[in-house]
């Protein structure tokens, strides 16, 4: 039996404790992600994946997807004490499944984690763009080129 099998996959946000979800962006760590924000996102995504060990949120992740073109992965966590185990592998897995059929599958990486998604079949972009609300901040952490 693999690590994974021992895990409860779930579809609906209304199983999962927001307070929780919001605990584990911060364990992850992907940042403060309060539980009223994660509401809105989770809920306004077309496909959702949480895994739970026992009672506790070790894994989540959404799609915002319209249908046919364009799907984007966001928000893909997994608590520390469970990485390293295929569950992130298996959660970005389940999120493309779940969004087979559109024409493109996008997701942010972050700075480091390339080869990671690569294995799982993603490739870079020649022609992303991207407005943040904090430019600076997207520069300083790797996520956007400094102008020139």
Request: glycine share 10%; charged share 20%; net charge negative.
């Amino acid at each position: 039996m693999s690590a994974l099998e021992n895990h409860t996959w779930s579809h609906r946000l209304d199983e999962v404790d927001l307070e929780e979800l919001s605990r584990l962006y911060l364990l992850a760590p992907l940042g403060d992600k309060p539980p009223e924000a994660l509401a809105t996102v989770f809920g306004n995504s077309r496909y959702l994946c949480f895994v739970h060990a026992g009672d506790v949120l070790v894994g989540a992740g959404r799609v915002l997807a319209d249908g046919a073109d364009c799907a984007y992965i966001a928000d893909v966590a997994v608590h520390p004490e469970h990485q390293g185990h295929g569950l992130g592998s298996g959660i970005i897995r389940k999120l493309v499944e779940l969004a087979a059929g559109h024409k493109k599958i996008i997701l942010y990486a972050a700075p480091g984690t390339e080869a990671f998604y690569r294995g799982l079949g993603f490739r870079h972009m020649n022609t992303a763009m991207a407005i943040w609300s904090d430019p600076q901040r997207a520069v300083d952490i790797g996520l956007l080129r400094p102008e020139d």
